[in-house]
């Protein structure tokens, strides 16, 4: 029968072994992290590799000083702000002062649809959004004789489609029949452009001036204060509204075959263009019947006011 000496030299010969292997695990995992080991047991080597892990890692850095006073920014956490258009480093307080004429950098413009309008013009040196430009063409060049252009709503699926293709491909998008023969997806897609702006074409600022103007009776008056209206829009804003009216008036030349006349396109244009400020629904569905009539002044005065 064993002695207790036998037995006690068993159990710690054991835990020894058990030791290692726990260790020698370790250091597989450590050499599996670090590197290759090649070799018998007693005679290895051990090439080191960088890991796989950190091959495609960035390196993040604050800014180091601003780039309006030219100061350091001292702090972890707070160091500052950076404009989302332009990348301009510049310290809190600083910004406050920077003057309004950011020039977007390109590659901090990441969409067409649902970005200010400012910005894209500026981003791309265009006059107005190429989707505008771009649709307009397509439909004045197949559309115009299309009976109910622009109340007739075009397949959901397909407009989305159109939209990722601006926002991929900007002005290399393909809108042309060969892609997309019913020429309401295009108006569609338009229609969506100016629905999905942060602000609206005729902007916030500018909204009250807009709707005080169809409230008038007297026509002079009317068209006075309309034109005082114009006024307020910011240049992007102001140069695509002319463009956009130019093209729904040739829109109502063809209203023969068309059926679209300034009241309809109104009817149309007036919530996709303009949306109320105020957060009270009734205030705003008040509203509606003059937003349409805005757009129907504007597309039949349209030689007179632009």
């Known amino acids: 029968m064993p002695s207790k000496e036998s037995w006690s030299g068993r159990k710690t010969n054991r835990a020894t072994v058990h030791k290692s292997k726990q260790e020698g695990r370790q250091q597989d995992l450590l050499i599996a992290a670090l590197g290759m080991k090649l070799g018998s047991q007693k005679s290895s080597v051990t090439i080191w590799q960088p890991l796989k892990l950190f091959a495609y890692v960035h390196t993040f850095r604050g800014p180091h000083w601003c780039e309006y006073c030219a100061n350091f920014m001292w702090g972890l956490i707070a160091q500052g702000v950076k404009c989302a258009d332009c990348g301009l480093n510049v310290h809190k307080q600083c910004s406050k002062m920077v003057p309004n004429d950011c020039k977007p950098d390109l ?8 970005c200010d309008l400012t910005t894209l013009v500026k981003a791309r040196t265009t006059k107005r959004p190429m989707v505008v430009d771009m649709c307009i063409r397509e439909i004045e060049a197949r559309g115009l004789n299309s009976e109910g252009l622009y109340r007739v709503s075009g397949f959901s699926d397909l407009i989305e489609d159109v939209k990722m293709a601006f926002d991929r491909d900007g002005e290399k998008a393909d809108i042309s029949v060969n892609m997309y023969e019913d020429i309401n997806i295009i108006t569609g897609a338009l229609k969506l452009y100016f629905r999905d702006l942060p602000i609206p074409l005729i902007t916030y600022d500018a909204y009250p001036k807009f709707i005080e103007s169809a409230k008038i009776m007297d026509p002079d008056e009317q068209l006075e204060t309309l034109h005082e209206a ?25 209203e023969k075959e068309n059926l679209m006349n300034a009241e ?4 149309v244009f007036g919530p996709t263009l303009m949306r109320s400020p105020e957060l009270d629904a009734m205030a705003a569905l008040n509203d509606i019947r003059y937003q349409r009539l805005v757009v129907e002044l504007l597309i039949k005065n349209e030689d007179i006011l632009f």
Do not use: F, Q
């Not at 804003?237 to 130019?246: D, F, Q, S």
């Open 107 to 114: 590659k901090h413009v990441k969409k067409v649809y649902s």
């Open 230 to 254: 114009l006024k307020l829009l910011p240049p992007a804003h102001c140069e695509t509204l002319r463009y956009l009216m130019a093209h729904l008036k040739r829109v109502t030349l063809h």
């Open 264 to 267: 309809n396109l109104g009817i």
